[in-house]
Nanobody, 126 residues
Framework: QVQVVESGGGLVQAGGSLRLSCAASGDTYGILFMGWFRQAPGKEREFVAAIHVSRTYTYYGDSVKGRFTISRDNAPNTVYLQMNSLKPEDTAIYYC???????????????????WGQGTQVTVSS
């Protein structure tokens, strides 16, 4: 079983930056992708970003392209989401997920089938 823990959420003014962290532990052998979703009150869950374990491939949702960057460092199974130029509409709970699934489906589909964290709140004030 894989455990996923997010950290780094908080309150920031519009135009500011925030960095989220996500660490997977437990049975992490075979994890292929890690990434982020978000959900705002009254809205559907939205794919934000994902990265392949090799760091070769990254994926972004249209609403965050050019503003958010997902990365991994040498720490095993740890990813980061650097969020710049934040807008009030970025306010949401951000969830990290890790998946071993590789079925050729869209990345958000494969990621949604993995293990999820409890989420971290990001609030952007105007």
């Amino acid at each position: 079983q894989v455990q996923v823990v997010e950290s780094g959420g908080g309150l920031v003014q519009a135009g500011g930056s925030l960095r989220l962290s996500c660490a997977a532990s437990g049975d992490t052998y075979g994890i292929l992708f890690m990434g982020w979703f978000r959900q705002a009150p009254g809205k559907e869950r939205e794919f934000v970003a994902a990265i392949h374990v090799s760091r070769t491939y990254t994926y972004y949702g249209d609403s965050v392209k050019g503003r958010f960057t997902i990365s991994r460092d040498n720490a095993p199974n740890t990813v980061y989401l650097q969020m710049n130029s934040l807008k009030p509409e970025d306010t949401a709970i951000y969830y990290c997920a890790a998946t071993k699934t590789n079925i050729g489906a869209p990345i958000e589909t494969m990621l949604s089938r993995g293990s999820w964290g409890q989420g971290t709140q990001v609030t952007v004030s105007s």
